[in-house]
């Protein structure tokens, strides 16, 4: 491709000329893809024909008729799909928001106390690690929710852990607020699984930090929490940040797992308007639109935080 | 990888029980409460689970149903073709194993891929009978044996797939890189559930009506074209590994651009991206529960249907724990292989 260096040869044949070439192999793709598109569009059209549905979104305007367990904006089965799809969605972000907020916490810590100097905190936090890793996260909300979230007390005696929490057929219930079973469950899944990944990445980011630092950090007198802090992490941050991103992104895209538990988040809803309307397409491209838009202002946001721990030199 | 752990002890200096126990237990008065805070919470949870595993749980449920977790209603006298197939299995992923660590003849080692091509031939024939064997359909490959058998079918799959996209992502083509970047970036930006919705519900409506796919293969497709994005991902960072130097030794040499591709870039980029696709092959084992969602009944799937039996009803606890046991096992084997493996190629800084 490099060898475009007599391009006004007029006796060079069009066969020898990597420009000719290039614009053929483009020409091509274009060529079959477009081929490829037009068949299964036709296909598509002929199927949609045959299973008497007219493509279009004016369906999002009809009666629901599906009932929500868990709404944070007002619902009423007599309101529209596109009502429906509303509360899925804002579901969805508030499981993916506290998520991403506890499952930071979980990972920092666990991550932290793989290195610690205590071979008990050490070896629990590897211990954490290597279950929550290698096991699906599927099965794992399964097992939040029939094994553990299911055979709890009624709710008229919980069980109460540290004197504020308390945990039921109900749900968790801290001082003020009430969380459902599902939305618990799923919660608590995504959170632990993430943070067992996000404790990975921590650590490799602290060992990536060079020993001098440390050394550095002491001959100054800095306590080994305080270099930790001030010194170790704000470094560490810059190789951690770029992977944890993936990890955010995967937490978000994993809380469509809620399907299986039968929290009401976007998929699920989702997937009852398909179920009731059968069409497949218009919810598919919903499904994909708002999926991607999380995704990038997730990866927006985090590449904007990432800028701002990056080193600037010069 | 391999920083110097913070708190190294010299293997000269050996410490008594009771040193070790000051130096790595209760060094400080914080450590000390850590220890002892940490040791009370995970004695609750040992001291609970252990009372409920030999008081209250019932294992007969695992017991009565060991051989639908493993090949589900799989018939059983055709079991011994399974048991092949898994020795088959096992001797061809030491042979694996041996050529990427470089312990085989050479001659052998080029013939290997051929190899799997054609005994995942015969593992299929296999399963699935026909010509001599009795024919099986899809709907009673159940169990272990379907995780195993998706999973291996859609990396095998995705692995060329996601090459050309890698390709397609590197390549001065605009309309070929965008292509690439555009499938990539949308596939990644999906969750998994999504993929596999579209493929059982979209590729029937996009495909004529008289090709009709069973669920199995629908599944295989959406998890194929899933997995191929991040395999993508996975071989264009070995290919940004492989030196300029190289390619233009090579063109200086007279290699035209498909060669180079093919002896010079692609055996450098894909050794150095091997620990990164088992880290993908162990990703997808445990997607494919994801399958159990959409009626397919693999080993999660499987459960489920146990768990509707009406002797064992409320069984979650037993059947979920064994359930997540074998995944378990498979998935921490393959990652401890694949540690050993990156060891064995010196390729964990990439």
Same mark, same amino acid.
């Given at each position: 491709?490099?060898?475009?260096?007599?391009?006004?040869?007029?006796?060079?044949?069009?066969?020898?000329?990597?420009?000719?070439?290039?614009?053929?192999?483009?020409?091509?793709?274009?060529?079959?893809?477009?081929?490829?598109?037009?068949?299964?569009?036709?296909?598509?059209?002929?199927?949609?024909?045959?299973?008497?549905?007219?493509?279009?979104?004016?369906?999002?305007?009809?009666?629901?008729?599906?009932?929500?367990?868990?709404?944070?904006?007002?619902?009423?089965?007599?309101?529209?799909?596109?009502?429906?799809?509303?509360?899925?969605?804002?579901?969805?972000?508030?499981?993916?928001?506290?998520?991403?907020?506890?499952?930071?916490?979980?990972?920092?810590?666990?991550?932290?106390?793989?290195?610690?100097?205590?071979?008990?905190?050490?070896?629990?936090?590897?211990v954490?690690?290597e279950i929550f890793r290698n096991t699906p996260l599927l099965l794992q909300?399964l097992f939040?929710?029939?094994a553990?979230?299911?055979?709890?007390?009624?709710?008229?005696?919980?069980?109460?852990?540290?004197?504020?929490?308390?945990?039921?057929?109900?749900?968790?219930?801290?001082?003020?607020?009430?969380?459902?079973?599902?939305?618990?469950?799923?919660?608590?899944?995504?959170?632990?699984?993430?943070?067992?990944?996000?404790?990975?990445?921590?650590?490799?980011?602290?060992?990536?930090?060079?020993?001098?630092?440390?050394?550095?950090?002491?001959?100054?007198?800095?306590?080994?929490?305080?270099?930790?802090?001030?010194?170790?992490?704000?470094?560490?941050?810059?190789?951690?940040?770029?992977?944890?991103?993936?990890?955010?992104?995967?937490?978000?895209?994993?809380?469509?797992?809620?399907?299986?538990?039968?929290?009401?988040?976007?998929?699920?809803?989702?997937?009852?308007?398909?179920?009731?309307?059968?069409?497949?397409?218009?919810?598919?491209?919903?499904?994909?639109?708002?999926?991607?838009?999380?995704?990038?202002?997730?990866?927006?946001?985090?590449?904007?935080?990432?800028?701002?721990?990056?080193?600037?030199?010069? | 990888?391999?920083?110097?752990?913070?708190?190294?002890?010299?293997?000269?200096?050996?410490?008594?029980?009771?040193?070790?126990?000051?130096?790595?237990?209760?060094?400080?008065?914080?450590?000390?409460?850590?220890?002892?805070?940490?040791?009370?919470?995970?004695?609750?949870?040992?001291?609970?689970f252990l009372?409920w595993a030999?008081?209250?749980a019932?294992w007969?449920v695992v017991q009565?149903n060991f051989?639908l977790f493993l090949?589900?209603?799989?018939?059983?006298?055709?079991?011994?073709?399974?048991?092949?197939?898994?020795?088959?299995?096992?001797?061809?992923?030491?042979?694996?194993?041996?050529?990427?660590?470089?312990?085989?003849?050479?001659?052998?080692?080029?013939?290997?891929?051929?190899?799997?091509?054609?005994?995942?031939?015969?593992?299929?024939?296999?399963?699935?009978?026909?010509?001599?064997?009795?024919?099986?359909?899809?709907?009673?490959?159940?169990g272990l044996?379907?995780t195993i058998?998706?999973?291996?079918?859609?990396?095998?799959?995705?692995?060329?797939?996601?090459?050309?996209?890698?390709?397609?992502?590197?390549?001065?083509?605009?309309?070929?890189?965008?292509?690439?970047?555009?499938?990539?970036?949308?596939?990644?930006? &999906?969750?998994?559930?999504?993929?596999?919705?579209?493929?059982?519900?979209?590729?029937?409506?996009?495909?004529?009506?008289?090709?009709?796919?069973?669920?199995?293969?629908?599944?295989?497709?959406?998890?194929?074209?899933?997995?191929?994005?991040?395999?993508?991902?996975?071989?264009?960072?070995?290919?940004?590994?492989?030196?300029?130097?190289?390619?233009?030794?090579?063109?200086?040499?007279?290699?035209?651009?498909?060669?180079?591709?093919?002896?010079?870039?692609?055996?450098?980029?894909?050794?150095?991206?091997?620990?990164?696709?088992?880290?993908?092959?162990i990703?997808?084992f445990k997607?494919?529960s994801?399958?159990?969602?959409?009626?397919?009944?693999e080993l999660t799937?499987i459960s489920?249907?146990i768990?509707?039996?009406?002797?064992?009803?409320?069984r979650y606890a037993e059947v979920y724990l064994f359930v997540g046991l074998i995944y378990w096992v498979f998935c921490y084997s393959m990652s401890l292989?694949?540690?050993? &493996?990156?060891?064995?190629?010196?390729?964990?800084?990439?």
């Amino acid at each position: 491709m490099s060898n475009n260096q007599q391009p006004n040869n007029p006796k060079l044949n069009l066969w020898r000329d990597v420009r000719f070439w290039r614009f053929a192999g483009q020409f091509l793709a274009v060529l079959i893809a477009a081929i490829v598109v037009a068949i299964l569009w036709g296909n598509l059209n002929r199927n949609l024909q045959q299973l008497g549905i007219q493509p279009g979104f004016g369906f999002l305007n009809s009666q629901a008729a599906f009932d929500i367990g868990e709404t944070l904006i007002s619902y009423a089965p007599s309101d529209t799909y596109s009502r429906a799809l509303l509360v899925g969605l804002v579901n969805s972000l508030r499981v993916m928001v506290v998520g991403i907020i506890l499952t930071t916490i979980v990972g920092i810590t666990a991550g932290i106390a793989r290195l610690s100097d205590n071979w008990l905190v050490r070896k629990l936090a590897l211990v954490y690690v290597e279950i929550f890793r290698n096991t699906p996260l599927l099965l794992q909300l399964l097992f939040w929710y029939f094994a553990v979230f299911l055979t709890l007390p009624k709710v008229e005696n919980p069980i109460s852990v540290l004197g504020f929490i308390r945990l039921s057929q109900n749900g968790l219930e801290l001082p003020g607020i009430q969380f459902s079973p599902e939305f618990s469950t799923l919660l608590i899944g995504i959170t632990l699984y993430t943070g067992a990944f996000i404790a990975e990445i921590v650590r490799g980011g602290i060992q990536s930090v060079s020993r001098g630092q440390w050394e550095a950090a002491a001959s100054l007198g800095l306590k080994p929490g305080l270099a930790m802090r001030l010194v170790i992490f704000p470094q560490a941050l810059r190789v951690i940040i770029p992977p944890l991103t993936s990890q955010y992104l995967n937490l978000a895209k994993n809380s469509s797992l809620a399907v299986a538990i039968g929290y009401p988040d976007i998929y699920l809803v989702a997937s009852t308007t398909f179920n009731q309307t059968g069409r497949a397409v218009e919810v598919m491209l919903l499904i994909m639109t708002i999926y991607l838009t999380i995704s990038l202002i997730i990866s927006l946001v985090m590449n904007l935080f990432n800028k701002s721990v990056q080193l600037k030199e010069r | 990888m391999n920083q110097p752990e913070i708190d190294n002890v010299p293997s000269a200096v050996r410490l008594s029980p009771l040193g070790w126990l000051r130096k790595n237990l209760f060094n400080t008065w914080y450590n000390s409460l850590l220890t002892i805070g940490c040791f009370w919470i995970f004695y609750q949870i040992l001291r609970n689970f252990l009372s409920w595993a030999f008081t209250n749980a019932k294992w007969a449920v695992v017991q009565a149903n060991f051989r639908l977790f493993l090949v589900g209603r799989y018939p059983v006298s055709q079991s011994w073709r399974i048991w092949i197939v898994f020795g088959i299995l096992a001797i061809m992923a030491g042979l694996s194993w041996a050529a990427i660590a470089h312990k085989l003849p050479s001659k052998l080692n080029r013939w290997l891929p051929w190899i799997w091509v054609i005994v995942f031939a015969i593992i299929c024939w296999l399963i699935g009978g026909g010509s001599g064997l009795t024919p099986v359909s899809t709907n009673l490959w159940n169990g272990l044996l379907l995780t195993i058998f998706t999973t291996i079918i859609s990396i095998g799959l995705s692995f060329p797939l996601g090459i050309l996209l890698a390709l397609g992502r590197q390549s001065t083509l605009p309309v070929v890189r965008w292509f690439s970047i555009l499938y990539i970036e949308i596939i990644r930006g &999906l969750p998994l559930i999504g993929i596999l919705f579209m493929a059982q519900v979209m590729l029937p409506l996009v495909l004529p009506s008289e090709i009709r796919l069973d669920r199995v293969l629908r599944a295989i497709a959406g998890l194929v074209l899933f997995s191929a994005a991040y395999m993508a991902e996975n071989v264009r960072g070995g290919l940004q590994a492989v030196p300029r130097g190289q390619v233009e030794a090579a063109r200086s040499l007279g290699f035209n651009t498909l060669l180079i591709l093919l002896f010079i870039v692609l055996p450098q980029a894909l050794r150095a991206v091997i620990p990164a696709i088992v880290g993908q092959f162990i990703g997808l084992f445990k997607d494919t529960s994801l399958l159990s969602l959409f009626a397919l009944v693999e080993l999660t799937g499987i459960s489920r249907s146990i768990l509707a039996q009406p002797q064992f009803l409320g069984r979650y606890a037993e059947v979920y724990l064994f359930v997540g046991l074998i995944y378990w096992v498979f998935c921490y084997s393959m990652s401890l292989a694949s540690r050993g &493996l990156e060891k064995e190629l010196d390729v964990g800084k990439t």
